[in-house]
């Protein structure tokens, strides 16, 4: 079964896509972010730089000035002999300028503490020659004498009218600047540190590092543009730069600004595996974003597709599968055929289509009901297709109807085959549990190449309904020959409207004659169809085909008047005359107004009833008999005498020929046909003329057409004979003429 695979192929190709392009997009994602973050660490690193520098920067200057002011308050040399009073000076201003230790070193080198202690030469005299040159000093960190703590020293000179007086010098613990380095927002993920120009670390933030950064530049694989040259050159002429590098196998960002003094730097440095976990965890989160975004789709995808496939199915139920019998219908069995008949065809087997109808299901229903009935389609289905051999085909194509089709290597054994079929599938249904006989027939159609599959059916149709037309056959195969016969019947319904207006029909009389003179003594109106282009048609052609379209009805009608309007015609010229029976076909007589009808248009040609005869078929003895009654009764009462024809032709019963008042039998030509020669024919022709004769009824033998017959029949006591023997229908003049001949002779 192919439920639409094509679909399901194109959403699955549709959902890996979407897959694999969510998971490009995330490595795409990530490189961006880590790409993004890069540049976003190495601004935000030259951000802080700046922003540390001037911080460090401010934190000297502002110290500095302080050690200046105080430098300029002891000029005053008389103070400065008064140890004492210098180290409560020094100590006040320290407290107020929160220094952590102030001193007094003199011209002689001795320093004199704010704590009392003194100290000789604590400024070395470079020093002190540096801070005389520059007016200030700042030392690297160094060793306080009293603590051990590191301290960086600063220093201002004190004059007294240009003569040099000493040095005043502040202790300033690292903390502060380590502080000034931990303000940067990279946190605890890079590393900030003051630099003396050859490149030691002097302080460092978050741990004390000891390495020289030139040794480390020197070990470094630098991006592209960088060297350890280009930043040892950028050192000596104050410039401030930024680079990236890779230091055993650690990529990092680095940037450096020169301090305002000593030609110290600030470095900041941040290992870009900072960036790259930050891009990672961030990438991480992405890419589960995406692949749970993936994860839905899929979900929903397969959700999709698992309700298409459902779909699919349902819909190849509703349109392949007969709900009742769950079998193939007739879209499934037309979409198999061709492939089918391949099959059997590259075998040189020739199949055929047939047709199976349950004759009279509507009865089934209407007994049983409709739910024993659904019952017993099933069990035909079900036998028939259990009858299937490998390749052939079967369905329940609506209704009481199934198609098989079925291989047929010729038409005999195919035909024991359908009997067979029919017999099993008829014989074993059942219906509340009784045993209920079915007959059913079919149509066969032997495929032929390129005939489409519409008029194939159409064929095997025509097959079953010419097989209905057979009582007594299981089937029939298709031949042109019937399909010729349906086209002539559509033809003659197309036409017979038109051909009534153009008077193609025209009435002919047959006469019927005495034994033994062969004189007419009455007649019989027969409808002959003048075709234009097809000659004489004979009523035998066109009369069952108006009985069932009703047309029949104005016909009758028709040759009644022609008869009439004869006979009127005979009348007025004083011509011989006999009585004519016109035949009025059975479904006359459920119309109320028939015996108005012919009453009044006799009466207004003026044609006197006991002229007329009325030849009702005996078939009429199907309909409801006291309706036939009545009729007859009413027509004996107004004078129309009244013969039952085709008797003997099959359903005729003497009970019903004792109930109904005949005026005449006529006898069926069928029974001279089957032979009067044949003594036992005799017996039974003699037997019912007798019988007929004891009801009171004329006796007409039809179909005379041998001298033997006449005599035979003459012998019997019939009345009159109607034959060729005798006669052939003839046209109304030749019937004039003959009546006229007659007289004179
Ligand atoms: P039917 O009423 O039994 O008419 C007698 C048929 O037997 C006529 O056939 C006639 O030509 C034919 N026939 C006469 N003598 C012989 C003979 O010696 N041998 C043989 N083999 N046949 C003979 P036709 O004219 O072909 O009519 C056939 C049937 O058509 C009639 O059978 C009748 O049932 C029907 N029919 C004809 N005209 C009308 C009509 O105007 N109205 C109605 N309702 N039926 C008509
Ligand atoms: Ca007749
Ligand atoms: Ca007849």
Same mark, same amino acid.
Not at 21 to 29: D, K, Q
Not at 467 to 470: H, L, S, T
């Given at each position: 079964?192919?439920?639409?695979?094509?679909?399901?192929k194109?959403?699955?190709?549709?959902?890996?896509?979407?897959?694999l392009?969510?998971?490009?997009?995330?490595?795409?994602?990530w490189?961006?972010i880590i790409?993004r973050?890069?540049?976003?660490?190495?601004?935000?690193?030259?951000?802080?730089?700046?922003?540390i520098?001037?911080?460090?920067?401010?934190?000297f200057?502002?110290?500095?000035q302080?050690?200046?002011s105080?430098?300029?308050?002891?000029?005053?040399?008389?103070?400065?002999?008064?140890?004492?009073?210098?180290?409560?000076?020094?100590?006040?201003?320290?407290r107020?300028n929160?220094?952590?230790?102030?001193?007094?070193?003199?011209?002689?080198g001795?320093?004199?503490?704010?704590?009392?202690f003194?100290?000789?030469?604590?400024?070395?005299?470079?020093?002190?020659?540096?801070?005389y040159?520059?007016?200030?000093?700042?030392?690297?960190?160094?060793s306080?004498?009293?603590?051990d703590?590191?301290?960086?020293?600063?220093?201002?000179?004190?004059?007294?009218?240009?003569?040099?007086?000493?040095?005043?010098?502040?202790?300033?613990?690292?903390?502060?600047?380590?502080?000034?380095?931990?303000?940067?927002?990279?946190?605890?993920?890079?590393?900030?540190?003051?630099?003396?120009?050859?490149g030691n670390?002097?302080?460092?933030?978050?741990?004390?590092?000891?390495?020289?950064?030139?040794?480390v530049?020197?070990?470094?694989?630098?991006?592209k543009?960088?060297?350890?040259?280009?930043?040892?050159?950028d050192?000596?002429?104050?410039?401030?730069?930024?680079?990236?590098?890779?230091?055993?196998?650690?990529?990092?960002?680095?940037?450096?600004?020169?301090?305002?003094?000593?030609?110290?730097?600030?470095?900041l440095?941040?290992?870009?595996?900072?960036?790259?976990?930050?891009?990672?965890?961030?990438?991480?989160?992405?890419?589960?974003?995406?692949?749970?975004?993936?994860?839905?789709?899929?979900?929903?995808?397969?959700?999709?597709l698992?309700?298409?496939?459902?779909?699919?199915?349902?819909?190849?139920?509703?349109?392949f599968?007969?709900?009742?019998?769950?079998?193939?219908?007739?879209?499934?069995?037309?979409?198999?055929?061709?492939?089918?008949a391949?099959?059997?065809?590259k075998?040189?087997?020739?199949?055929?289509?047939?047709?199976?109808?349950i004759?009279?299901?509507?009865?089934?229903?209407?007994?049983y009901?409709?739910?024993?009935?659904?019952?017993v389609?099933?069990?035909?289905a079900?036998?028939?297709?259990?009858?299937?051999?490998?390749?052939?085909?079967?369905?329940?194509?609506?209704?009481d109807?199934?198609?098989?089709?079925?291989?047929?290597?010729?038409?005999?054994?195919?035909?024991?085959?359908?009997?067979?079929l029919?017999?099993?599938?008829?014989g074993?249904c059942?219906?509340?549990?009784?045993d209920?006989?079915?007959?059913?027939?079919?149509?066969?159609?032997?495929?032929?190449?390129?005939?489409?599959?519409?008029?194939?059916?159409d064929?095997?149709?025509?097959?079953?309904?010419s097989?209905?037309?057979?009582p007594?056959?299981n089937?029939?195969?298709?031949?042109s020959?019937?399909?010729?016969?349906?086209?002539?019947?559509?033809?003659?319904?197309?036409?017979?409207e038109?051909?009534?207006?153009?008077?193609?029909?025209?009435?002919?009389?047959?006469?019927?004659?005495?034994f033994?003179?062969?004189?007419?003594?009455?007649?019989?109106?027969?409808?002959?169809?003048?075709?234009?282009?097809?000659?004489?048609?004979?009523?035998?052609w066109?009369?069952?085909?108006?009985?069932?379209?009703?047309?029949?009805?104005?016909?009758?009608?028709?040759?009644?008047?022609?008869?009439?309007?004869?006979?009127k015609?005979?009348?007025?010229?004083? %011509?011989p005359?006999?009585?004519?029976?016109?035949?009025?076909?059975?479904?006359?007589?459920? $119309? =109320?107004? !028939? &015996?108005? /009808?012919?009453?009044?248009?006799?009466?207004?040609?003026?044609?006197?009833h006991?002229?007329?005869?009325i030849?009702?078929t005996?078939?009429?003895?199907?309909?409801?008999?006291?309706?036939?009654?009545?009729?007859i009764?009413g027509?004996?009462?107004n004078?129309?005498?009244?013969?039952?024809?085709?008797?003997?032709?099959?359903? %005729?019963?003497l009970?019903?020929?004792?109930?109904?008042?005949f005026?005449?039998?006529?006898? $069926? =030509?069928? !029974? &001279?046909? /089957?032979?009067?020669?044949?003594?036992?024919?005799?017996?039974?022709?003699?037997?019912?003329?007798?019988m007929?004769k004891?009801?009171?009824?004329?006796?007409?033998?039809?179909?005379?057409?041998?001298k033997?017959?006449?005599?035979?029949?003459?012998?019997?006591?019939?009345?009159?004979?109607?034959?060729?023997?005798?006669?052939?229908?003839?046209?109304?003049?030749?019937?004039?003429?003959?009546?006229?001949?007659?007289?004179?002779?």
């Open positions: 079964m192919k439920y639409n695979v094509r679909g399901f194109r959403t699955l190709f549709l959902v890996i896509s979407m897959a392009i969510a998971a490009a997009g995330s490595v795409l994602y490189q961006q790409q973050l890069e540049q976003d660490a190495a601004a935000t690193l030259q951000a802080d730089g700046k922003e520098t001037s911080t460090v920067n401010h934190i200057a502002s110290q500095l302080v050690i200046s105080i430098a300029l308050s002891l000029e005053y040399p008389e103070d400065l002999d008064d140890t004492d009073w210098i180290a409560s000076y020094l100590g006040q201003q320290k107020r929160h220094v952590e230790w102030m001193g007094f070193q003199n011209v002689k001795e320093a004199l503490f704010s704590n009392g003194s100290m000789h030469d604590f400024l070395s005299s470079k020093a002190v020659a540096i801070a040159d520059k007016g200030a000093y700042l030392s690297e960190p160094q306080n004498p009293f603590t703590e590191k301290v960086i020293v600063m220093a201002a000179p004190v004059y007294f009218h240009k003569e040099r007086l000493g040095i005043v010098f502040g202790l300033q613990t690292m903390s502060i600047y380590t502080e000034a380095l931990a303000n940067g927002s990279l946190g605890d993920n890079g590393v900030s540190m003051i630099l003396d120009s050859q670390v002097l302080v460092s933030y978050p741990h004390a590092t000891t390495e020289n950064i030139f040794t530049a020197e070990n470094s694989r630098f991006d543009n960088f060297s350890i040259q280009s930043i040892k050159e050192m000596k002429q104050g410039r401030s730069g930024a680079n990236s590098y890779t230091f055993k196998g650690q990529h990092r960002f680095s940037t450096y600004f020169p301090l305002d003094y000593n030609n110290w730097y600030v470095m440095v941040l290992p870009t595996s900072s960036v790259a976990n930050k891009a990672q965890s961030m990438a991480v989160i992405s890419l589960v974003l995406c692949l749970s975004v993936v994860l839905a789709i899929v979900l929903v995808a397969i959700f999709i698992r309700m298409q496939y459902k779909n699919a199915k349902e819909v190849y139920k509703l349109g599968i007969d709900p009742l019998t769950k079998t193939d219908n007739l879209n499934a069995f037309r979409m198999k055929f061709p492939e089918a391949e099959a059997f065809k075998k040189d087997i020739p199949v055929a289509l047939v047709l199976m109808n004759n009279r299901f509507k009865a089934v229903n209407d007994i009901g409709f739910e024993q009935g659904d019952l389609l099933k069990q035909v079900t036998i028939l297709q259990n009858s299937l051999e490998t390749g052939e085909l079967f369905c329940r194509s609506g209704a109807v199934f198609l098989l089709m079925l291989a047929c290597p010729d038409q005999v054994e195919l035909g024991q085959r359908i009997d067979q029919v017999n099993r599938a008829g074993y059942q219906a509340q549990g009784e209920l006989p079915l007959s059913i027939t079919c149509g066969i159609y032997e495929v032929e190449d390129d005939v489409p599959f519409y008029i194939m059916m064929r095997a149709n025509l097959a079953w309904a097989a209905k037309e057979q007594g056959t089937y029939a195969f298709y031949n020959e019937y399909l010729r016969k349906i086209v002539t019947e559509r033809r003659i319904e197309s036409s017979m038109q051909a009534l207006a153009d008077e193609e029909f025209k009435l002919y009389l047959q006469p019927k004659c005495d033994k003179t062969g004189r007419t003594l009455s007649a019989e109106a027969l409808v002959r169809w003048l075709h234009p282009s097809q000659g004489i048609i004979s009523p035998a066109f009369i069952p085909v108006f009985e069932k379209n009703g047309f029949i009805l104005k016909l009758d009608w028709f040759i009644y008047q022609e008869v009439l309007r004869l006979m015609h005979l009348l007025d010229t004083q %011509s005359i006999v009585p004519i029976g016109v035949n009025f076909s059975r479904l006359h007589l459920e $119309d =109320k107004g !028939f &015996l108005d /009808k012919l009453v009044k248009m006799a009466d207004e040609i003026g044609v006197p006991k002229l007329l005869e030849e009702l005996e078939s009429i003895v199907l309909g409801d008999i006291e309706r036939v009654k009545t009729v009764d027509l004996h009462a004078d129309f005498s009244v013969a039952m024809d085709d008797f003997g032709a099959g359903y %005729s019963s009970n019903v020929l004792k109930n109904l008042d005026d005449c039998v006529k006898l $069926d =030509k069928e !029974f &001279l046909a /089957k032979g009067e020669g044949n003594p036992r024919q005799r017996q039974i022709i003699s037997g019912l003329v007798s007929v004891d009801l009171g009824s004329h006796v007409v033998a039809e179909g005379v057409e041998t033997e017959q006449a005599e035979f029949l003459s012998s019997l006591g019939c009345d009159m004979a109607q034959g060729y023997f005798f006669s052939h229908p003839m046209p109304v003049p030749e019937f004039e003429k003959r009546l006229q001949d007659e007289k004179n002779s």
